[in-house]
Nanobody, 119 residues
Framework: QVQLVDSGGGLVQAGESLRLSCEASGNISSVYAMGWYRQTPGKQRELVAAFDRDGRTNTAFSVKGRLTPSRDDAWTRLYLQMNNLAPEERAVYYC?????????????WGQGTEVTVSS
């Protein structure tokens, strides 16, 4: 199992910045992918950005250049630098990991951290 704790959300004005953090613990060695998703009411959770162990970084086109993910080498810390925030970035942001074992894959989620952007 993997435990995830998200933090860093809050209320900001349009154009301001935030930095989200996620701390992962548990069976980190089995983590294959780690990233951020977000969700607004009435919509499906969507990918913001994610890393995988094959060296790929997948970032949603709509956020490129403004929302930048990073992580530590141990795969225990994940960050999302959010610059020049716009009201449409308002959502609950979730840290996510996918654990892959010989028999199955498992998804784990943080509790979510809410970002509110006022215009």
């Amino acid at each position: 199992q993997v435990q995830l704790v998200d933090s860093g959300g809050g209320l900001v004005q349009a154009g301001e910045s935030l930095r989200l953090s996620c701390e992962a613990s548990g069976n980190i060695s089995s983590v294959y992918a780690m990233g951020w998703y977000r969700q607004t009411p009435g919509k499906q959770r969507e990918l913001v950005a994610a890393f995988d162990r094959d060296g790929r970084t997948n970032t949603a086109f709509s956020v490129k250049g403004r929302l930048t993910p990073s992580r530590d080498d141990a795969w225990t810390r994940l960050y999302l630098q959010m610059n020049n925030l716009a009201p449409e970035e308002r959502a609950v942001y979730y840290c996510h990991v996918r654990v892959v074992t010989v028999v199955a894959a498992y998804d784990y989620w943080g509790q979510g951290t809410e970002v509110t952007v006022s215009s």
